[in-house]
């Protein structure tokens, strides 16, 4: 039920922010959504996290093929964009901070360590790069 509800703010903050966005046709993908940025095509995998402890959220950050779970690949996905619910703050991930991790752990506002995702907090600039698929 979570990760639909992430789903579905991921369309509403990204529409809201003028991306085009496509569904992929069955299940078969490891990507969530194709977001359109102008003659670019990015694959991105949502992700939400409730889930606190210690003052850290944690999330599995893995697909699932035959039960077991396996780290995702450039090849798969191009981006991760996870939402912390409580906090209702968005982190996007190029797919390079995610290859061969099943967990990723976010720092809660005022926790008072260094967060070492603060970069990608609310990141939707880093769709509009030059650098993905090409069409046209």
Known sequence: MQGELGEVAFMHKATSLGFPLALPYGHLHRYGFIVESEKKLWRVQVKTSSF????????CIYNRNNRAGHAYTASEIDFVAVLIVPEQ???????????????LLF????????DPYAY????????????GFTFG
């Open 120 to 131: 990608y907090r609310e990141a939707w600039h880093l769709l509009r790069e030059p650098d």
């Open 89 to 103: 703050t968005w982190y996007i991930l190029p797919v390079r901070e995610v290859l061969e991790r099943q967990t």
């Open 52 to 59: 606190m402890k210690r003052g850290l959220y944690r999330l």
């Open 107 to 114: 720092r809660s506002k005022g926790y008072p360590r260094i």
